[in-house]
Nanobody, 130 residues
Framework: QVQLVESGGGSVQAGGSLRISCAVS????????MAWFRQGPGKEREGVAT???????TYENSVKGRFTISKDNAENTLYLQMNSLKPEDTAIYYC????????????????????????WGQGTQVTVSS
């Protein structure tokens, strides 16, 4: 059974940095996308960054140059390094994976930008104060 467990959220002042992690277990897929999504207060969920099984990454425009997604395959952990944080980055951050039959169905057309991720963590709160 696949489990994604986020950690590392917290409160930070604007301009500060934070690294959040996602521990992945029960995951044995060779082809997949991993991603960070976020949902701010009163906002819809949005994709922040993605990384595929080859290590290729994509970023939402507002975080380019500030956030870095990475994965440690040996530790089965996904990371999101967030620098130069802004109050508008305040949100619950979710780790997600697109794998298995969902990957084969959606990746060919949409790549890792697909919204059809089928595994999700419980989320971790990030609060940025001005």
């Amino acid at each position: 059974q696949v489990q994604l467990v986020e950690s590392g959220g917290g409160s930070v002042q604007a301009g500060g940095s934070l690294r959040i992690s996602c521990a992945v277990s029960g995951f044995h897929y060779l082809r997949y996308c991993m991603a960070w999504f976020r949902q701010g207060p009163g906002k819809e969920r949005e994709g922040v960054a993605t990384i595929d099984f080859d290590g290729d990454t994509t970023y939402e425009n507002s975080v380019k140059g500030r956030f870095t997604i990475s994965k440690d395959n040996a530790e089965n952990t996904l990371y999101l390094q967030m620098n130069s944080l802004k109050p508008e980055d305040t949100a619950i951050y979710y780790c997600a994976a697109l794998a298995g039959s969902q990957w084969y169905e959606h990746y060919p057309d949409k790549g890792c930008s697909s919204q059809d991720y089928n595994y999700w963590g419980q989320g971790t709160q990030v609060t940025v104060s001005s």
